[in-house]
């Protein structure tokens, strides 16, 4: 595996502290980036690297390679009468390198008549049969936390299909001329530590019996990052699918998988809006922060070991000393459309953070030649910020959850930026 994180970065211990959140015109030297060439060339670079080394692990290329795995794919069935006539339902598995790597399962709805469509693509907790009450839809078969319904004995059962339509409304996304993809997330990687599988197996583990001196890999691709390439490697056969364009991808996600959405769209130019649902620390939350009703650094990389790289738990005691934060990789999307979501009872996700994380990545979109985040204060509950600049805002009344009134708030921000 090869990375542009190069592991020369300082070690969090020999990083000085910055309490206020960075700069993201500032590089790592102290040089203030005066134009978008300095930016595509050397900062956006360097950013990337920072997130690798720092937060959320190398970002895997096969082989050594500085290209991808070629994507192969097969349909697994094909409706052009699903949604009573309005749209096409398939499924598509795609094998993402060598035959024993993971493969993924592809749930794809397409407005009939309205094509090439946008189309919003993200990772689902709990499989594509969740989402439609169709027999031909797969079942995942990889290790499922049991918190899910139908699940037993950490696997999934079609005992469930159909349950969590209301996540991924397919007929409404489609009503509206929208194209939607989705697959579960555990088909890249399974959401538990500590048990190499999934993406995680393809790398050489250090401290078996040939390397049993060497230092730990601190900046392993974790959790987190593999959902993001997977979402890529989804993107791979979207832009060959006919039936949706290529110019207007959009990627979604809700919790942590709106974690993975923003680094996917951060990380990919051809994202071309990004919607980070509810995604809090380590998402859209910023580390730095006071709020004592909101997730940290330390409480998140204690309970969740596995979704950042190993030095991103260095951080916990001292978040000042990140040499990023979550409005850098914002920043990565300018000049991207990004729109993030909260709830007025999910204050662990940071509403008031989220809010202050688009508005300190204004300045890399206003070097860009766009508008970020017009507005200087947050909206009140149920009143979206959508229109006025690239970086949008919706925090609504209810609690922590994807729902179709948020789906109907994506659609419209869409609606002013991929049209």
């Known amino acids: 595996m090869t990375s542009i994180a190069t592991g020369e970065n300082p070690s969090p ?5 910055h309490p206020a959140l960075p700069d993201p015109l500032v590089m790592s030297d102290g040089t203030r980036v005066a134009s978008a060439e300095q930016w595509r060339e050397r900062r956006r670079p360097e950013l990337k690297a920072l997130f690798e080394q720092y937060v959320y692990g190398r970002y895997p290329q096969a082989d050594g390679s500085s290209k991808p795995p070629a994507v192969q794919s097969k ?20 094998t993402l390198g060598p035959p024993e790597w ?34 031909r839809v797969h079942v995942p078969e990889s290790w499922m936390p049991d918190r899910y319904t139908g699940v037993v ?16 409304p397919l007929a409404e996304i489609v009503a509206r001329g929208y194209a939607v993809a989705t697959f579960h997330c555990g088909d890249v990687q399974p ?10 197996a393809t790398l050489a583990e250090v401290g078996g019996d040939n390397v049993a001196s060497a230092e730990p890999d601190e900046a392993e691709t974790a959790t987190i990052m593999w959902w993001a390439w997977g979402i890529h490697r989804a993107i791979d056969y979207l832009v060959t699918n006919k039936a949706i364009d290529p110019q207007r991808i959009a990627v979604v996600g809700h919790s942590r998988l709106g974690k993975t959405a923003l680094l996917a769209g951060a990380f990919d130019e051809r994202v071309a809006l990004t919607v ?16 004592s009703r909101a997730e940290t650094v330390k409480i998140i990389t204690d309970k969740f070991p596995h979704w950042f790289g190993a030095n991103f738990t260095k951080f916990g005691d001292d978040p000042s000393k990140l040499p990023v934060d979550q409005n850098c990789l ?41 508008a970020g985040l017009k507005a200087d204060a947050m909206p009140a509950a149920d009143a979206p910020l959508l229109g006025e600049g690239r970086l949008g805002y919706w925090f609504r009344a209810g609690e922590h959850s994807m729902t179709p ?14 049209r």
């Not at 980070?276 to 709020?291: F, I, K, M, T, V």
């Not at 990565?332 to 909260?342: D, S, Y």
């Open 276 to 291: 980070a649902n509810q995604a809090g620390c380590g998402g859209s939350g910023p580390s730095r922060h006071d709020d």
């Open 13 to 17: 211990a020999e990083l000085p502290a």
């Open 330 to 370: 914002v920043a990565l999307c300018a000049p991207r459309a990004v729109l993030f979501t909260a709830a007025a009872e999910d204050r662990w996700a940071n509403p008031s953070g989220q809010f202050e994380v688009l508005q300190a990545a204004n300045p890399a979109y206003e070097l860009l030649g766009v």
């Open 405 to 418: 009134a948020d789906w109907k708030v994506y659609m419209d921000f869409a609606d002013r930026w991929l």
């Open 75 to 94: 349909v697994l069935f094909e409706d052009p009468q699903a949604f009573s006539g309005a749209g096409t339902l398939k499924e598509v598995e795609l």
């Open 102 to 135: 993971p493969k993924i399962y592809l749930l794809i709805a397409t407005p009939n008549g309205r094509t090439p469509a946008a189309c919003f693509v993200g990772m689902n907790f709990g499989g594509n049969h969740l989402l439609v009450d169709d027999e």
């Open 191 to 200: 959401d538990r530590p500590y048990i190499r599988e999934g993406m995680r």
């Open 153 to 168: 004995d950490n696997r999934a059962t079609d005992a469930s299909r159909g349950v969590e339509a209301y996540a991924w």
